[in-house]
RNA sequence: GGCCCGUUCGUCUAGUGGUUAGGACGCCAGGUUUUCAUCCUGGUAACAGGAGUUCGAUUCUCCUACGGGCUACCA
């Protein structure tokens, strides 16, 4: 690569990150940092009405921490700022001006209804609705009247006829367009501000962006683009039209099928690097590879343009699960039990008894159990309380033990528990103990265990005997069964 | 309707002019823990269709079908 690598991400700022957003900014990250470039944060603010307030620097926050550590933005600065389109809208009079020098755009002033009614009658005579191109041969002087009357008006590009535009794409090579089924889309609206088509390439060329990287919905004004650096004189960046993300359906991914948001994954507790592993390989794989799990650097190292992937990638939440659960398994202690608590502190039973050393106990087996942080709750609880006693899972009939039984069992389990020191309440010496007067008994394994961990949890489904045994130690154990015995 | 893009197991994907077309998730079965979860083993499952090039095409070319995106003074 002979020059410098800049790329950028240009979201607008109407609201929350969406995960393709994520994948669109992590890949610019990705081949900017492997290429020793840049990344650029810009702001497209040019639509007033979709404007949301706080969005920009919910954005930089969400971006911030998902390590995707941009080096030029509205709030990192740089030598080619400002990096918010609503401050560069002199910019974008001067060089629209200079297009209606050079005969590439011209004033349009169509009113609203005007072309509602020409495109109703483009629908029904099943043309293609476009712009008739009213206004490019307006007579000079109408042209100068009306503006001298100040008649609200907007700028077209002056889309070339009878032409092949044609240009590279980085992952789909060589496209054309014929330039006539290209509309005279609006350069610069009536209120001053400029449409996208015309800030992105403004924008991009003096940021001196050289690889634009976005998703594949623009691949239609890909070519109207094309023109205008024509138009200008400029050199074209590379394109990069990233395949879309995709609903199970396979129409672009929206809400109303699943989350979108990457602080609704946040907050539900996936971790930001089972985040970036998942989206990195959502139209992206290493060649010659089955390697899964990828860290960022290892990304940043590998990642290349070459190996992104033609079609669209179905968002698979069960997949995105296993990985943010292999991500949750590998955890050290401390920084499981930090990430955990801001959702242990919404249970009930982490209020009443808000017990760590308990809980650091139960880390193993959470582990196994997690497939989000926030489903800690749901998977320790019955360490931490009994919820319920109902007897009616005693006479089970798989087990064939019925309620007198079930009370024996906890009796004999009392017997040896009791008789077993504090210090031997660990996985192994439990099993040993309790197995050893199974088989005294002359008893199925099942005939005791099953009713000692129902007494110690009244739940259906829990830890086994010898994890809540351990768990809990001697003290806690003896008296839920004790409890359990009354209770039945 | 027009324009553009795409198509390997259900999903994410690896791969080659001659392969038993590989992996992962999911699913199913078995094993461990007589629950659940974890873990281990095994299994299921794909080159959209047609024509051409070729000794041979999943791989190269064309066509068709299907899917998707775009078609605003939104981005």
Redesign the pocket.
């Known amino acids: 690569m002979d020059k410098q690598v800049r790329t950028r991400f ?3 700022p ?1 609201g929350f990150l969406h995960v393709g957003g994520l994948r669109t900014a992590l890949y610019a990250y990705l081949f900017a940092r492997h290429h020793n470039g840049k990344m650029i944060l810009r702001i ?4 007033q ?2 404007l949301v307030e706080g969005a920009t620097t919910h954005l930089q926050e969400v971006l911030s921490t998902m390590n995707i550590d941009y080096d030029e933005g509205p709030d990192k600065g740089g030598e080619y700022g400002p990096y918010i ?1 609503s401050e560069r809208l002199e910019i974008y009079q001067k060089y629209a001006k200079e297009l209606i020098e050079k005969d590439e755009a011209y004033y ?5 209804d005007r ?1 509602d009614e020409m ?1 109703e009658s483009q ?1 029904k005579r ?6 008739d191109k009213h206004c490019r041969t307006l007579p000079k002087e109408d042209c100068e009247k009306a503006l001298a009357a100040s008649t ?3 700028i077209r590009q002056a889309i070339p006829t009878d032409k092949t535009i044609s240009f590279k ?1 980085a ?8 330039s006539n ?3 005279d ?2 350069l610069m ?3 001053g ?5 015309l ?2 390439v403004v924008d991009d060329h003096l940021m001196e962006i050289s690889h634009i990287i976005r ?7 890909a070519p109207k683009h094309a023109a205008l650096y024509e138009s200008f004189g400029w050199d074209i960046p590379e394109f990069v ?1 990233l ?2 993300l ?1 609903n ?5 991914l ?1 809400k109303r099928q699943g989350d979108v948001n990457v602080e609704d994954y946040l907050a539900k507790g996936y971790l930001k690097d089972a985040i970036i592993n998942f989206i990195a ?10 390697q ?1 799990i990828y860290s960022l650097q290892e990304l940043i190292q590998k990642f290349s343009l070459d ?1 992104v ?8 939440l ?6 943010n ?2 991500y949750i ?1 590998q955890l050290p202690d401390e920084e499981l039990i930090e990430k955990i608590l801001p959702h242990l502190e919404k249970e009930d039973f982490w209020q009443k008894n808000p017990d760590k050393t308990l809980l650091k106990n139960t880390l193993t ?1 959470l ?5 989000t942080l926030s489903d800690v709750g749901e ?1 320790i609880k019955s360490y931490f309380q009994v919820t319920s006693h109902d007897t009616s899972i005693y006479p089970h009939e ?2 064939k033990i019925d309620l007198p039984l079930a009370k024996k069992a906890i009796e004999e389990g009392l017997k040896v528990l009791e008789e077993l020191p504090e210090e031997d309440f660990t996985e192994e010496k439990t ?1 040993e103990a309790l ?1 050893a007067h ?1 088989q005294k008994l002359e ?5 005791l ?2 009713p000692l ?1 129902v007494a110690m949890t009244g ?10 045994l351990t768990v809990l130690g001697k003290e806690e154990s003896l008296k839920r069964l004790k409890q359990a015995l009354e209770l039945f």
């Open positions: 240009a979201p607008s109407t497209e603010d040019t639509d009405e979709r389109q349009c002033f169509c009113t609203k072309l495109r629908k099943k043309v293609a609705p476009m712009y609200p008006h907007v794409d992952v789909r090579g060589h496209v054309e367009f014929d089924t290209l509309d889309h609006v609206k009536a209120d501000f400029p449409t996208y088509h800030a992105v998703g594949e919905e623009w691949l239609p004004s039209h395949p879309l995709l199970p359906d396979r129409t672009k929206s390989l959502l139209g992206w794989h290493e060649e010659k590879s089955d899964e190996r992937q033609k079609a669209g990638a179905v968002f698979d069960q997949k995105f699960e296993w990985i659960c292999h398994k087996d582990r196994a159990r997690l497939k998977a798989k087990m099993k197995i199974v008893w199925k394994n099942g005939h265990l099953w961990r739940e259906k489904y829990s830890p086994g005997v010898f994890e809540l």
